[in-house]
């Protein structure tokens, strides 16, 4: 059984930093492609970056040059260094797993982490 859980969220002023950490038990990350998604109140699940098997990263537009993605293999851990951030980047964060490649579509993710909250205050 896997289990991602998320940590780092909380409130931030606008420009400021969080990273933010996604931990995994019962499956490998290196073995798995792994996004973050986001969503805000009333809004869809929305795509911001992710790590595919191989160690590649991929960013959404909205997020590219700001947010960093990365991956510990010794830890099992995932980052999400998210720097210049905006009230526009406020939402629930999560890390969500699937088998081979990286996709946008959340819906082709299984495995999901319960959500940090990140609040960017203007």
């Known amino acids: 059984q896997v289990q991602l859980v998320e940590s780092g969220g909380g409130l931030v002023q606008a420009g400021g930093s969080l990273r933010l950490s996604c931990a995994a038990s019962?499956?490998?990350?290196?073995?798995?492609?792994t996004a973050w998604f986001r969503q805000a109140p009333g809004k869809g699940r929305e795509y911001v970056a992710g790590?595919?098997?191989?160690?590649?990263?991929g960013y959404a537009d909205s997020v590219k040059g700001r947010f960093t993605a990365s991956r510990d293999n010794a830890k099992n851990t995932v980052y999400l260094q998210m720097n210049s951030l905006k009230p526009e980047d406020t939402a629930v964060y999560y890390c969500?797993?699937?088998?081979?490649?990286?996709?946008?579509?959340?819906?082709?993710?299984?495995?999901w982490g319960q959500g940090t909250q990140v609040t960017v205050s203007s």
């Open positions: 969500a797993t699937r088998p081979n490649a990286v996709l946008l579509d959340p819906s082709q993710y299984n495995s």
């Open positions: 019962g499956r490998t990350f290196s073995t798995y492609a």
């Open positions: 790590i595919s098997r191989g160690g590649t990263v």
